[in-house]
């Protein structure tokens, strides 16, 4: 398969043997130290619900101003996240065109062992693909696609180098009319009664240049090194406000603890039982996951997410809403004036 202008440009990888990568044993960091995260107000609370049914034009404002607040419950949801940036390599077999000159073949050497590439990601914890010339696996060989001759058959005209005539649409006859309504049937003034013309894309020739070998009838062919980046990520959100996990995902929280490194340590020191047990959990389980890539850096964050529960009560109706994360978005699933002039909102 030809790899021309279907990706990047490829270049001989570097000969290096990377010693920086030592799988160390996991060692226990000092005590762990976490932030905190802030409350809202009532005022606050019930501007944020004015400006959340600001967005809907049939949503009735008077609720959201005149609604009687009962209770204002404000807690933190826990957002961990982990990341594992991990790299993986295979190799394929790589076809470009044969200009001319040499090519660096098995003569000048052994091929290197895939892992004893150097490459570096352009950034860490974000995706990427790649792909190297391994060195020393080039050879030239005639092109498989054209066998050597340069040119494939026209797929315009399928080798005739005639096309069907768009003007008369294949029949070599057009009908017209006189002044006085009589039909007439003429030879077509542009395929001359033919009904086909000369194929504009090949000329006439019905053939044109082999699109692998881009008309040197050789190819040269080598081992490519395939690299993927790949930023796994896992997650748990304790929440319990009865709020929705997917909200706490979407929005910003105040990050209490974080830490990067090659092999991240769990989080075991958090006074909530239920995240230190989730860290292991999704540590360990990235360690057997991830297994057949190689680890290169680990990252695990917790952000507390604040989520404030508002109770009220609207002409005799009650019911809550939740005001959640930095952005201090609204969840309002019962809002009571949900609709005007007789549309519904979903």
Known sequence: MSTEDKGPTLETAPVIIDESFVDTELIEPERMEFGSSANITRVEARHALIEYVGQFCCYGKSAAKELMILKVVPSNAMHYTLETFCEGRFTTRGEIPHRGGAVDGAVNGRSPDPWSIRVNASEEFV?????????????????????????????????????????????????????????????????????????????????????????????????????????????????????????????????????????VWPITQFPVAEINQHSVELVNRARKEHSMERQLQQKQSLCAVPVTRIDYEFRGFTSSFWVYGLQRKVYAPDYPQQKCCGCNIL
């Open 127 to 263: 995706d990427e693909a790649k792909a190297l010339r391994i060195p020393h696996t080039s050879e030239i060989k005639i092109c498989s696609d054209c066998r050597g001759t340069r040119t494939q058959p026209c797929y315009t005209c399928s080798g005739s180098g005639h096309e069907r005539c768009d003007s008369c649409g294949g029949s070599g006859q057009n009908v017209t009319e006189d002044s006085d309504g009589n039909r007439m049937t003429r030879n077509c003034s542009n395929c001359g009664g033919k009904g086909e013309c000369r194929c504009g894309y090949c000329n006439g020739s019905g053939t044109r240049q082999c699109s692998d070998c881009e008309g040197y009838g050789k190819v040269e062919v080598f081992d490519q090194l395939n690299i993927r980046y790949k930023n796994h990520i896992a997650d748990y959100v304790l929440e319990g406000a009865n709020l929705p996990s997917v909200l706490v995902r979407s929005v910003e929280g105040v990050e209490i603890f974080s830490q990067t490194d090659r092999k």
